[in-house]
C-alpha cells in the first residue's frame, strides 16, 4: 500500500494486486484499480483487469512474486524486488530479460542518505489525496495505519499482521501462520496520552 501511494504520486495508473480479502478492501478504499489475485494466476488477473494493457514498472513487495512480475512485465519495463523471503527461489533465464529488455532492480537495504527524503515524502503523503486514487477521505499515509496495541501485547500485534508466532503466543519463531487483521500497527511503550503526532504529551 506505502509502495502504491508513492506510485501514484506519478503514474498515470496504480494497480494493486492482493489476495487476501481483509487487504483488498482497505485497499479499494485507496486505490481505484485493485485486482483480487486469489486463487489465481496474479500476472493474468491484472492483465485481464487492465483491458489487456501491461504496466512499464511492476513492485515485487512480497518477496515472493518475481516469476509473475516477468510474466506481467511490458517489454522494455521495470521489475523492482522489494519483499524478503529467503526461501524464494525461481529459475531465471537472461534472454528473458535481454530479448524484451526488461530491467531487473533489486531496491536494496535502507542507507542513511535515503531517511531524510523518506521524512519529506511522509509529509507529503501526510496530506489530502490526489483525486481519483480511491475513494477514501482523509491523508493516506495516515490511513495505513488500522491497530495500536501496548506494548505488552506486541504478540497479539503481529498475529494481527500475519505474523508468525509461538504456540504460546511469545512473538517467538512460529508453528503457523495467522490471517491477516491489520495492515500496519503501531505498538507503543507508552500508555498515558498521546498528542496529535502521536508522542506522549508528558515526554
Known amino acids: 500500500m506505502l509502495t502504491a501511494l508513492v506510485a501514484a504520486r506519478r503514474a498515470r495508473r496504480v494497480t494493486v494486486a492482493e489476495p487476501d480479502g481483509?487487504?483488498?478492501e482497505?485497499?479499494?478504499?485507496?486505490?481505484?484499480?485493485?485486482?483480487?489475485?486469489a486463487g489465481t494466476d496474479p500476472a493474468e488477473a491484472v492483465v485481464k483487469a487492465s483491458g489487456g494493457e501491461r504496466p512499464s514498472v511492476v513492485f515485487d513487495?512480497?518477496?515472493?512474486?518475481?516469476?509473475?512480475?516477468?510474466?506481467?512485465?511490458?517489454d522494455g519495463g521495470?521489475?523492482?524486488?522489494?519483499?524478503?523471503?529467503?526461501?524464494?527461489?525461481?529459475?531465471?533465464r537472461p534472454l528473458q530479460l535481454t530479448n524484451r529488455g526488461i530491467r531487473l532492480i533489486g531496491?536494496?537495504?535502507y542507507r542513511a542518505d535515503i531517511f531524510p527524503v523518506a521524512v519529506d515524502l511522509a509529509v507529503e503523503?501526510?496530506?489530502p489525496q490526489r483525486p481519483g486514487t480511491g475513494t477514501g477521505t482523509g491523508p493516506g499515509l495516515e490511513r495505513l495505519v488500522t491497530h495500536e496495541f501496548p506494548l505488552e501485547r506486541y504478540a497479539e500485534a503481529f498475529t494481527?499482521?500475519?505474523?508468525?508466532?509461538?504456540?504460546?503466543?511469545?512473538?517467538?519463531?512460529?508453528?503457523?501462520?495467522?490471517?491477516?487483521?491489520a495492515l500496519k500497527v503501531v505498538i507503543r511503550s507508552h500508555s498515558g496520552p498521546v498528542g496529535a503526532d502521536g508522542w506522549p504529551v508528558d515526554a
Open 22 to 24: 481483509y487487504r483488498l
Open 78 to 92: 521495470r521489475v523492482v524486488v522489494m519483499g524478503f523471503d529467503d526461501s524464494y527461489a525461481v529459475p531465471l
Open 107 to 109: 531496491a536494496g537495504d
Open 125 to 127: 503523503l501526510g496530506g
Open 26 to 37: 482497505l485497499a479499494r478504499e485507496q486505490f481505484a484499480h485493485v485486482v483480487d489475485v
Open 160 to 181: 494481527a499482521l500475519g505474523g508468525l508466532t509461538r504456540d504460546g503466543g511469545d512473538g517467538g519463531g512460529g508453528t503457523g501462520r495467522a490471517g491477516y487483521d
Open 61 to 74: 513487495t512480497t518477496g515472493t512474486g518475481l516469476d509473475a512480475a516477468l510474466r506481467l512485465i511490458d
